[in-house]
């Protein structure tokens, strides 16, 4: 299985950034997909996710009204579309798959892992 995130970059306080997380290897329909992001020096926190079907998506208080997540089951990849970014939405941001299907926030529900693409805010 391999996960693979793109679209991280620099970016200004209030602009936007779309990240990408292509897999391959499974059946991507069943999977539940997620993003987390770890910042330095702390623990990798849930950012959201989205079930199966693309019916069901959950968020973190953090990035509820700001991001949104998508899955597209044709080409096997979920998107995560941040507005109105944040500095402290700085960190290394990774996609996961999970074999339950739900749209999990826990992180040991999920299977593989991506590398992580970093995004940085500037203020």
């Known amino acids: 299985v391999q996960l693979q995130a793109s679209g991280g970059g620099l970016v200004q306080a209030g602009g936007s950034l779309r990240l990408s997380c292509a897999a391959a290897?499974?059946?991507?329909?069943?999977?539940?997909m997620g993003w987390f992001r770890q910042a330095p020096g702390k623990e990798r926190e849930f950012v959201a996710a989205?079930?199966?079907?693309?019916?069901?998506?959950s968020f973190a208080n953090s990035v509820q009204g700001r991001f949104t997540i998508s899955k597209n089951n044709a080409k096997n990849t979920v998107y995560l579309q941040m507005n109105s970014l944040k500095p402290e939405d700085t960190a290394v941001y990774y996609c996961?798959?999970?074999?339950?299907?739900?749209?999990?926030?826990?992180?040991?529900?999920?299977?593989?892992w991506g590398q992580g693409t970093k995004v940085t805010v500037s203020s």
């Open positions: 996961g798959s999970s074999s339950r299907g739900w749209a999990s926030s826990k992180l040991d529900e999920y299977d593989y």
């Open positions: 290897g499974l059946t991507f329909i069943n999977y539940g």
């Open positions: 989205i079930n199966w079907s693309g019916g069901s998506t």
